[in-house]
């Protein structure tokens, strides 16, 4: 009896010192906050001349404008341009038109079964080489497990086609890693136009650090305008002719190949499901996704992406909105001519203090 | 009377367990801040289990140059102040409401969170069986018009974990110059070895008559030299390409 009573003493002062402990823990011990009466932290003060500073930076738009037909639109002028931020109508200076380098970061996913056919893409590149301006630079990044710059800056034809000459096959696929770490590493420079042009299906392994919500924020941060070439389609048609084979065979032979047909019907959904992102992606930075039927193609898509780099228009303005207050804001571009279809970026991140 | 309290004191370690365990998850969701960090320096922890926490909490921190100087001011470590920075810069802000956009209302991400919505896909990394509806186009008029199909196969897309906490890294393969080829030759590497390496690497020599002078003065051999020029031969810059016209 006596052992019980000396438990249940135990337990009631271990449970009032548990608690006492975790209130007092709850007042002010968390990491983040001191532990005494809220007084402001230092890093919170806020000094008055900087609550709002006002910065001249200009907001630089890639913008591709196209007919109804699809055909690029190249003779407009700064009066045929509408720039909206948040909704306001922004002023387009006499400059807002400007030439400008690009700087474009060409990726491939050695993962996927575009690293099976490199020739393919190799050709496709030189070509897309061969049809830049003579300030243009070009840079390569091959992912797989890992996302490694294969080619820093060159304008270099040959460094360019050495540099395709070591990119392997690999596994697994960090997309989303390579995209961030593209934008983030490689694009920093605030002077060029950017672009990226990936070479990829689209589907993340899981195996990095990033989300595309992440990566997208990065873009949109690095002002990238991205283009996609994908190879979902090519993949959608090897799946769909090996399931409608396995389904026009013998009932038993579909019963045997029960688990490849689940397993083909699952590989198409992804491809869906992983176009839809993509195109978000590529909407989002003014860029467009590609899906070629076949890596023969390859050609003929860097060719129209180049060509849609030189007649990009690279549109200049400087927000009403001075706060340098690193909130995204929203961006649309109009032209005078309402069936024109205008692609740029949805908008952008303000600086921040 | 024994028994009541027996009740109350287990009651009331339950409710101990429970309010640690709310101040827990509060606290791993609390995140570090600059006057965090200064309090762990004081309180005197290592350097190295200042940075393992910064780098296993989620960051909110205010690493504008004044307040970087108000840090070393504070005690803080350079390479704590890396830490930070380093932190900081692969910390993805999804707290603001760049979350909230509309763009992303309709994306499949979003939809994801809902698992109920049927046919939809995390392509980010799924797992288990699947009990999907397909919409199915028809393949080069094999099938023809839209079949609904119910399937029922377990499917398991392998998904390897991701290794804890950290960055992603962009792995670069260093260009060469004249400079990193003598350094090859001087540190004693083989001919071939300092030619393979010329062959697997981005390259940007110097071959000028001056520099390859230099380089022979430097013992670097006519075969390696021979590589670096194979490297950079042939070369035709962008420069001779038509001019870009972007308007």
């Known amino acids: 009896m006596r052992t019980l009573k000396g438990w249940t003493r135990i337990l009631l002062c271990c449970s009032l010192l548990l608690l006492s402990l975790s209130a007092a823990n709850a007042q002010g011990d968390k990491l983040g906050e001191p532990p005494t009466m809220p007084t402001p932290n230092k890093e919170q003060e806020i000094d008055p001349g900087d609550v709002i500073s006002v910065s001249t930076s200009e907001v630089l738009l890639p913008v591709t404008v196209r007919d109804r037909e699809g055909k690029l639109v190249t003779t407009l002028t700064r009066e045929n341009f509408r720039v909206f931020e948040d909704g306001k109508a922004q002023p387009l200076s006499d400059l807002a038109l400007r030439q400008v380098p690009v700087d474009v970061v060409l990726m491939i996913d050695a993962s996927s079964s575009a690293a099976a056919n490199l020739d393919d893409f190799r050709r496709a590149v030189e070509g897309f080489a061969a049809k830049l301006g003579p300030e243009d630079r070009i840079s390569l990044i091959k992912f797989d497990d890992s996302v490694e710059l294969i080619q820093d800056w060159t304008q270099s034809r040959v460094q360019l086609r050495r540099s395709l000459n070591r990119i392997v096959p690999g596994v697994f696929t960090r997309f989303n890693d ?24 689209g589907i993340d392994s899981g195996r990095g650090y990033t989300t595309i919500e992440a990566a997208l924020k990065s873009l949109l941060t690095a002002q990238a305008t991205v283009y996609v070439v994908s190879n979902t389609e090519i993949e959608r048609v090897k799946k769909r002719e090996e399931l409608d084979s396995i389904l026009s065979s013998t009932p038993s032979a579909v019963r045997f190949n029960e688990l490849r047909i689940g397993d083909l019907r699952e ?22 996704l590609y899906k070629p039927a076949s890596f023969d193609q390859l ?12 007649h990009q228009y690279a549109l200049y303005y400087t927000p009403l909105d001075k706060a340098r207050d690193g ?11 309402p069936s024109n279809q205008v692609s740029a970026r949805i908008g952008y991140f303000a600086p921040s203090r | 009377m024994k028994n009541i309290f ?68 504070d005690g803080v470590s350079e390479n704590i102040i890396l830490a930070m920075l380093s932190n900081d810069n692969g910390d993805i802000a999804e707290s603001d409401d760049w979350g909230n956009d509309p763009f992303f209302k309709d994306s499949p991400r979003a939809k994801n969170g809902d698992k109920n919505n049927e046919g939809e896909t995390d392509i980010f990394g799924m797992s288990g069986g699947s009990n999907s509806r397909v919409k199915q186009r028809g393949a080069g008029g094999s099938s023809g018009g839209d079949t609904q199909s119910t399937g029922s196969a377990t499917v398991r ?17 260093p260009t060469l110059t004249n400079d990193s ?12 070895t300092i030619v393979r390496r010329i062959e697997q690497s981005p390259a940007d020599f110097d071959l000028t008559p001056q520099k390859l002078v230099e380089l022979r003065r430097r013992h670097v051999s006519d075969r390696v030299i021979a590589a670096m020029t194979a490297a950079m031969s042939d070369d035709s810059s962008t420069g001779a390409k038509p001019q870009s016209s972007n308007p």
Do not use: W
């Open chain 1, 178 to 201: 390579a995209l961030l770490l593209a934008a983030r590493e490689q694009l920093k420079s605030a002077h060029n136009r950017h672009a990226i042009i990936v070479l990829t299906d």
């Open chain 1, 267 to 288: 590989g198409l959904r992804v491809l869906d499901a992983s176009e839809t992102s993509l195109a978000q992606l590529t909407s989002a930075t003014g860029g467009r």
């Open chain 1, 299 to 310: 050609d003929s898509v860097y060719a129209e992406v180049a060509e849609e780099l030189r």
């Open chain 1, 327 to 337: 909130r995204f804001r929203r961006v649309k571009v109009e032209t005078t001519d």
């Open chain 2, 6 to 73: 027996v009740k109350l004191s287990l009651t009331l370690m339950l409710l101990s367990c429970l309010s640690f365990s709310a101040l827990a998850q509060q606290r791993t969701e609390a995140p570090l801040t600059n006057a965090a960090v200064i309090k762990l320096v004081r309180a005197g922890f290592k350097e190295k289990t200042v940075i393992a926490i910064i780098r296993s909490r989620p960051t909110q921190f205010d690493l504008s140059p004044d307040r970087l100087i108000e840090l070393k001011h």
């Open chain 2, 157 to 173: 897309i392998l998904r390897p974990p991701t290794e804890a906490g950290g960055t992603p890294k962009l792995e670069r393969t």
């Open chain 2, 181 to 192: 080829i003598v350094e090859l030759v001087e540190a004693g590497f083989s001919e071939g």
